[in-house]
Structure formats: structure tokens, C-alpha cells
């Protein structure tokens, strides 16, 4: 894991929720030294190629769509 891009991503992933665009977020690294993955709970009803995009464009350089999945709202967690 790389602590500089671990911490865009999630400073990237915490203004998308203050945002309201998401509700909540998982970000997990396949391996040390791995990719990250991430997993948003929508928090909006924008269609999932839009939400996909603000996300990926808002984490440019951080995470790409194949490592991106998104929650519907029906599914979020506690």
C-alpha cells in the first residue's frame, strides 16, 4: 500500500460524501504493494455511469472504473 495515494484516495472519497454523493465507502489494497479497491454506497440517484465517472474523475491518478464497484442505495450498510 501506498500511504500517499491511501491518503488522496480517501481524502477524494471523504469530499464525495460531504458532497453528498456517497453515504459510505470500503477501500481495501489487494496485497502490499497492490492495487487499491473501493467500494461506494450511492447516496444520490444519478445513474451509475455518471456516479462512476464524477468518482473516477474526482480520483484521477488513484483509482481507475475496474477498480471501482458501487452500492445501490437499496443495499448501503449501517
Same mark, same amino acid.
Given at each position: 500500500?501506498?500511504?500517499?495515494?491511501?491518503?488522496?484516495? $480517501?481524502?477524494?472519497?471523504? #469530499?464525495?460524501?460531504?458532497?453528498?454523493?456517497?453515504? &459510505?465507502?470500503?477501500? /481495501?489494497?489487494?496485497?502490499? +504493494?497492490?492495487?487499491?479497491? $473501493?467500494?461506494?454506497?450511492? #447516496?444520490?440517484?444519478?445513474?451509475?455511469?455518471?456516479? &462512476?465517472?464524477?468518482? /473516477?474523475?474526482?480520483?484521477? +491518478?488513484?483509482?481507475?472504473?475496474?477498480?471501482?464497484?458501487?452500492?445501490?442505495?437499496?443495499?448501503?450498510?449501517?
Amino acid at each position: 500500500m501506498d500511504p500517499t495515494k491511501h491518503s488522496g484516495i $480517501v481524502d477524494g472519497l471523504e #469530499a464525495m460524501k460531504a458532497a453528498g454523493l456517497i453515504i &459510505r465507502y470500503n477501500l /481495501t489494497w489487494e496485497a502490499p +504493494g497492490g492495487e487499491p479497491k $473501493v467500494a461506494v454506497w450511492r #447516496a444520490c440517484d444519478t445513474p451509475d455511469d455518471e456516479l &462512476r465517472k464524477s468518482i /473516477t474523475d474526482g480520483l484521477a +491518478g488513484l483509482v481507475t472504473e475496474a477498480q471501482l464497484s458501487i452500492v445501490p442505495s437499496a443495499e448501503h450498510a449501517p
